[in-house]
C-alpha cells in the first residue's frame, strides 16, 4: 500500500514565522502535490512537482514556496506565515502522468496561524 | 477555465436510504472524472473513476456514469450505511497530467 506521510498532524504558528510542512512518500512516485483545503472552496493545488528539484506554480501559490530535493520527499514553505494561511494542508503523490495514475493523500496537517 | 461543480451539503440520510450527489463540470473537450471520499480524520482516497464518455465507475457499491450531453458525473448508491458518511470530492484530470481539479465537496451524514 502506497503511504504518504505528513509530519506533523495539528501546528500552531505565529504571524510572520517561517513555517516547513514536510511530506514523504514512500511508492517511489515522480509527481507530488500540495493542496489546501477550505470549507466551501474544496481542494485548490498550490504548487506540485513533477521531478526531484522541478516544481510548477498550481492556482494560489502565492505566500508559499516549496522545495523538492530528493523524490521521496516534497516540503511547503511559508516564508512569512500570515492569519489567512490558517487551512487544512493536504500532501498527495501519483506515479507520473503518463501512467494514468490516481493520487494518494496524506492525512494532512491543520496549520493555525495566530 | 476548468471547473467542477458539486451540490451543496449536508446530505443527510437514514441508514438503507438511496443516495445521489449531483455533479457536473465545465470543460473544453472530455476529461477523466473522479470521485474521492474523506472519511473523518483522514486524506482523500479514490472512489471510483471513469476515463471517456459513457464509462460507469463503481466501487463499494458507489457508481457515477460519465454523461458528456448533461457534463455530469452523479454519484449513487443504492442503501447507505453509517460507515459511509463522509466528505465526497468531484474532479476532473486531463490525460498527460495528474493535476486534479476539485468541486468543494459534499458531507454524508448517515444516522442508524
Known amino acids: 500500500d502506497v503511504k504518504v506521510t505528513q509530519s506533523s498532524r495539528y501546528l500552531v504558528k505565529r504571524t510572520g514565522e517561517k513555517v516547513f510542512l514536510e511530506c514523504v512518500q514512500d511508492?517511489?512516485?515522480?509527481?507530488m502535490f500540495w493542496y489546501r483545503q477550505d470549507p466551501g472552496l474544496g481542494l485548490r493545488l498550490i504548487y506540485f512537482?513533477?521531478?526531484?528539484?522541478?516544481?510548477e506554480k498550481g492556482d494560489i501559490p502565492e505566500g508559499y514556496s516549496v522545495s523538492r530535493e530528493k523524490k521521496e520527499r516534497f516540503s511547503l514553505i511559508l516564508e512569512s506565515a500570515s492569519t489567512n494561511q490558517t487551512s487544512m494542508y493536504l500532501c498527495?503523490?501519483?506515479?507520473?502522468?503518463?501512467?494514468?495514475?490516481?493520487?494518494?493523500f496524506g492525512n494532512g496537517t491543520r496549520l493555525t496561524v495566530t | 477555465g476548468d471547473s467542477v461543480t458539486q451540490m451543496e451539503g449536508p446530505v443527510t440520510l437514514s441508514e438503507e436510504a438511496f443516495l445521489t450527489i449531483n455533479c457536473t463540470y465545465t470543460?473544453?473537450?472530455?476529461?477523466?472524472l473522479f470521485w474521492y471520499v474523506q472519511y473523518p480524520g483522514e486524506g482523500l482516497q479514490l472512489l471510483l473513476k471513469?476515463?471517456?464518455?459513457?464509462d460507469k465507475g463503481s466501487n463499494k457499491g458507489f457508481e457515477a456514469t460519465y454523461r458528456k450531453e448533461t457534463t455530469s458525473f452523479h454519484l449513487e448508491k443504492g442503501s447507505v450505511q453509517v460507515s459511509d458518511s463522509a466528505v465526497y470530492f468531484c474532479?476532473?484530470?486531463?490525460?498527460?497530467?495528474?493535476?486534479?481539479?476539485f468541486g468543494t465537496g459534499t458531507r454524508l451524514q448517515v444516522f442508524p
Open positions: 498527495a503523490s501519483s506515479y507520473g502522468a503518463g501512467y494514468n495514475s490516481p493520487l494518494h
Open positions: 511508492m517511489d512516485h515522480e509527481n
Open positions: 512537482s513533477y521531478d526531484v528539484k522541478m516544481k
Open positions: 470543460a473544453t473537450g472530455y476529461p477523466s
Open positions: 471513469a476515463t471517456k464518455a459513457d
Open positions: 474532479a476532473l484530470k486531463w490525460h498527460g497530467t495528474d493535476k486534479l481539479i
